[in-house]
Structures are given as structure tokens and as C-alpha cells.
């Protein structure tokens, strides 16, 4: 699990922080629709079967693409399914904690 420390008291910081996962976030979800697009423009032409069923009947390249393609959506799926679900929690607690800590 990704684990954050920060002591800082300033708040701008906590923000920067915030506004920088979600710039990531919003990236991460753009690059998947890119190559979803593409992955499906793939399984279009050809049909959505495996690699050996698609062996001579498409270029080399295509193929190899369209592997590559897949292995590079799981990827960025899985680092955005991180960011969304633990880092906004952990920054919320960060921020609920600062602001509790600035009013005392």
C-alpha cells in the first residue's frame, strides 16, 4: 500500500499535492481511452481471438502491437486503480488532520 507522510503545516502544500494526483489521474484516464481505442479498432478487423487463432492471418507487427497494446492497458489500469482509490483517501486525511491541527 502507498503510504504518504507529510509534515508541513502549510496548507498550499497538501493542495499541490491534490491537484498533481489529479492531473495524473485524469493522464492515466486518457492514455487507457487512447489505447482502448485502438484495441478495439484491432478487434474490429479481426475479430476478437487469441494470438494463435490470429497466427497468418495478420501481419506480424499488427499482432505484435495489439499484444503490446494489451499488456500497456493493464498496466495504466492498474496504477489508475490505485490512484483513485488510496491516494485521494490518504490526502483527505492528510487535509482533515492539517486544517484540525491549524484551528488549535
Request: overall charge positive; proline content about 1%; aromatic content about 8%.
Amino acid at each position: 500500500m502507498t503510504k504518504i507522510i507529510m509534515h508541513n503545516s502549510e496548507f498550499w502544500a497538501f493542495r499541490k499535492i491534490q491537484s498533481l494526483v489529479g492531473l495524473e489521474i485524469k493522464i492515466l484516464k486518457k492514455q487507457v481511452l487512447n489505447i482502448q481505442n485502438k484495441i478495439t479498432h484491432f478487434e474490429n478487423l479481426y475479430g476478437n481471438r487469441d494470438r494463435d487463432a490470429l497466427y497468418g492471418q495478420v501481419d506480424d507487427m499488427e499482432l505484435l502491437e495489439w499484444e503490446g497494446e494489451i499488456e500497456t492497458i493493464n498496466r495504466l489500469k492498474k496504477k489508475l486503480n490505485s490512484l483513485s482509490k488510496h491516494i485521494p483517501l490518504a490526502i483527505f486525511a492528510i487535509l482533515t488532520t492539517a486544517l484540525f491541527q491549524l484551528k488549535l
